[in-house]
């Protein structure tokens, strides 16, 4: 069983950033992806980036250039650079990561809230 820990949420004014951390504890594995989704009130969860073993790494068009996924595959942790927010980034945030067994696990959410 893998446990996930995100941290990092808050609120911050717009054109802040904000770094977000989602540690994996428990069973040592190894993860094929490690990924950001978030939801925002009355709206689907979706995806804002991931990154998959080997180094790549996708983003959503609504934080292209402004956010940055990275993972310390040492640390089994995945990070979340946020530069530039705007309030419509306001969201709990979710840390998901799939292993090589394709088991896939997911975080309880950071709240990011984003505002004057």
């Known amino acids: 069983q893998v446990q996930l820990v995100e941290s990092g949420g808050g609120l911050v004014q717009p054109g802040g950033s904000l770094r977000l951390s989602c540690a994996a504890s428990?069973?040592?594995?190894?993860?094929?992806?490690m990924a950001w989704y978030r939801q925002a009130p009355g709206k689907q969860r979706g995806l804002v980036a991931n990154?998959?073993?080997?180094?790549?790494?996708n983003y959503a068009d609504s934080v292209k250039g402004r956010f940055t996924i990275s993972r310390d595959n040492a640390k089994n942790t995945v990070y979340l650079q946020m530069n530039s927010l705007k309030p419509e980034d306001t969201a709990v945030y979710y840390c998901?990561?799939?292993?090589?067994?394709?088991?896939?696990?997911w975080g309880h959410g950071t709240q990011v809230t984003v505002s004057s």
């Open positions: 428990g069973s040592i594995v190894t993860f094929y992806v």
């Open positions: 998901l990561v799939v292993d090589t067994s394709q088991n896939t696990y």
């Open positions: 990154a998959i073993s080997g180094g790549i790494t």
